[in-house]
């Protein structure tokens, strides 16, 4: 029944910023914990960031920790990542993933139950 749609892909240059939106469907978006895959072409997919349901904890992924912010939306239902700095390894399809629990912030993709059907970011000159 939940529903998460991805937008905001796109071709980007490196070092340009992108910012991508997830819209939950569901009326208790603020119980549940966000997070952010992505997935490269040959490769698994990722942990990239997450949030607490409340919006007052994030966890990053080494690889994106300082150039990547998310950020939440809890009364429009939506999870936001904020993507600077952008470098070609950042080129992949991301994922928005809703948790099982508010607070618990782990990378692993078996803490989460719902996806959404991801949106490709290229980052190229």
């Known amino acids: 029944q939940v529903q998460l749609v991805e937008s905001g892909g796109g071709l980007v240059q490196p070092g340009g910023s992108l910012r991508l939106s997830c819209a939950a469907s569901?009326?208790?978006?603020?119980?549940?914990?966000m997070g952010w895959f992505r997935q490269a072409p040959g490769k698994e997919r990722e942990f990239v960031a997450a949030i607490s349901g409340s919006g007052g904890m994030t966890s990053y992924a080494d690889s994106v920790k300082g150039r990547f912010t998310i950020f939440r939306d809890n009364a429009k239902n939506t999870v936001y990542l904020q993507m600077n700095s952008l470098k070609p390894d950042d080129t992949a399809v991301y994922y928005c993933a809703r948790g099982v629990h508010a607070i618990a912030l782990g990378p692993a993709a078996n803490a989460y139950n719902y996806w959404g059907q991801g949106t490709q970011v290229t980052v190229s000159s």
């Open positions: 569901g009326r208790t978006f603020g119980s549940y914990a």
